[in-house]
């Protein structure tokens, strides 16, 4: 069933920047098969984007760190991409949170809040 989301004050190239950045690192956390799933969802106040992945998780012991500048688990990383989503969301006055599990996938879900007008449409 498809719907209309209700509409978010957003930057669309900074909010695009984020989704790409939790695509690319699902990408990269798949090693052979596996799926990326991106979902929306709205509540009366927000609406939540999750990218899930079926790769390789995070390990307990990392997941407190990984929106930490410079912080990184992959060779070639920079330790920036996370942060910088997380700093994305925060300045739109929405949150970002992770579950994983190692061995079957991660889940980021962001949730950014309602334009007032889209605000206005979700509650009549």
Known sequence: ????????????????????NLLLNAIQAI???GRITVETKASAQRVS????????GISP??????????Y?????????????????VEDHQGCIDVTSVVGKGSTFVISL??????AERAAS
Do not use: Y
């Not at 984007?49 to 390789?56: E, F, K, L």
């Open 72 to 88: 990184t688990t992959k060779g070639n990383g920079t330790g920036l991409g996370l942060s910088f989503t997380r700093r994305i």
């Open 49 to 56: 984007i999750s990218v899930s992945d079926t790769g390789r």
């Open 1 to 20: 069933k498809e719907f209309a989301l209700p509409e978010i004050d957003h930057d669309s190239n900074q909010i695009r920047q984020v989704l790409l």
């Open 61 to 70: 012991e990392h997941l407190p760190n990984i929106f930490r500048p410079f």
């Open 113 to 118: 809040p309602l334009s007032q007008a889209g």
């Open 31 to 33: 090693e052979g098969p």
